[in-house]
């Protein structure tokens, strides 16, 4: 079946095989790294590596699907050292990839940052991600402006 032809359906996960439930959990370890190995997931969750490879390049959550890869966030910062660095620490270690920055000139303490990141291998929600950033020392706000492939 060519890519034009694949169909979709959204179906609640209480309808769904446990199989095909255990595959999308065995993913989202190996994706996040709580499993080092597809054996050590499929033992995790109790199924054979046979059906894990069964399913694995068909069965996705719903929010995987509509992730968007790039996204711009707005942020505004205290202006004192080490807070933008540990603002570009935190999303490394989310493994969100910064592609632009552009910082304003601090005005009465504070600085405006704005960021297109690459969120292609962020493990979590984006609206996790922001709320992780509006958590952090001297992030006085950050804000998802955009989203994009």
């Known amino acids: 079946m060519s890519r034009e032809e694949e169909t979709y359906f ?3 996960s209480d309808m769904l095989p446990e199989a095909i439930l255990k595959t999308v959990k065995a993913k989202s370890m190996i994706a996040s790294g709580e499993a080092r190995t597809v054996q050590d997931a499929v033992d995790r969750v109790g199924m054979s590596r046979s059906s894990f490879y069964k399913y694995k390049d068909g069965v996705y959550p719903f929010n995987a699907l509509m992730k968007e890869k790039i996204v711009t966030v707005t942020l505004t910062l205290e202006h004192r ?3 933008l660095s540990g603002l ?4 490394a270690q989310k493994k969100g990839n910064v592609l632009t920055i552009h910082q304003t000139i601090p005005l009465q303490g504070v600085a405006s940052v704005t960021l297109s990141l690459d969120t292609g291998q962020v493990t979590e929600e984006i609206t996790s991600l922001i709320d ?8 006085l706000r950050a804000a998802l402006v955009a989203r994009g492939e």
């Open 132 to 139: 992780g950033l509006n958590e952090l020392d001297g992030v």
């Open 88 to 91: 570009l620490s935190y999303l």
């Open 10 to 12: 959204l179906i609640r």
């Open 81 to 83: 050292s080490g807070v």
